[in-house]
């Protein structure tokens, strides 16, 4: 499968085609793996992500800022994000770590993505690293509730609810198109009593869950 599209994705062409290789091979398939790779990419990620908190948010003390990086850099999210670009499409695995499905496992995704922003730091500078970042963090980013740091849209929705002692939300899968390996999903949000309902999209149900849950939740605050 080609790499293509994994550059479409993270927004950001490799000169160097050996790194990006590298980025997305375990070491479980060779001695030349992703490791050293993820251990950069883990410092530009942080750098990068306690910038844009810091300009975005003038007011925040040091605490919710660090509580708002660690919620968008934990291996929760950075899987996630991870399984939006499809990388487990195109990383090589030993056979032990194909076999037990290492391709979709939280850990081997958020570790190759963190390999992809040290491959792009290493390939084009920081500056790239920092666009490329950005980019893929891009939705994220503007989900972020200042008041609840740290927290997803479903759970901030959920939270609310029952601080409201209201029924839970309701989300069914409207539709799924594409192959497997590049599929979207629609999911609608159903919150009765409130007559709300959204419909968010996403590469995974996982995703179109949390783009339905942030609409609902912003309207159901209101």
């Known amino acids: 499968m080609s790499d293509d599209r994994i550059e479409q994705r993270l927004g950001s062409n490799f000169r160097d085609r050996d790194l990006l290789k590298q980025a997305l091979t375990h070491r479980s398939h060779s001695n030349r793996h992703n490791e050293r790779l993820e251990f950069l990419g883990d410092s530009v990620l942080n750098c990068v992500i306690a910038t844009e908190l810091f300009e975005r948010f003038p007011d925040l003390n040091e605490g919710d800022l660090s509580r708002l990086r660690a919620g968008l850099v934990r291996q929760e999210a950075l899987h996630r994000i991870a399984l939006d670009i499809g990388i487990g499409n195109y990383l090589q695995l030993g056979d032990g770590e194909r076999k037990s499905g290492g391709h979709s496992r939280p850990s ?39 008041l609840s740091p740290g927290k997803d849209a479903k759970t901030l ?13 309701r989300y069914v899968v409207r539709s799924t198109e594409g192959l497997a390996h590049d599929q979207r999903f629609e999911v609608e949000c159903s919150i009765d009593e409130l007559s709300v309902k959204t419909v968010g999209f996403g590469s995974s149900r996982r995703a179109a869950e949390q783009d339905a849950a942030m609409l609902a939740f912003q309207k159901a605050r209101k």
């Open 157 to 169: 929705l959920q939270e609310l609810m029952q601080a409201r002692h209201l029924s839970l939300p």
């Open 108 to 146: 081997i995704l958020a570790d190759a993505l963190e390999a992809l922003i040290g491959a792009v730091f290493i390939d084009a500078g920081f500056e790239r690293a920092q666009a490329v970042v950005r980019h893929i963090y891009q939705a994220a980013l503007s989900e972020i509730d200042p």
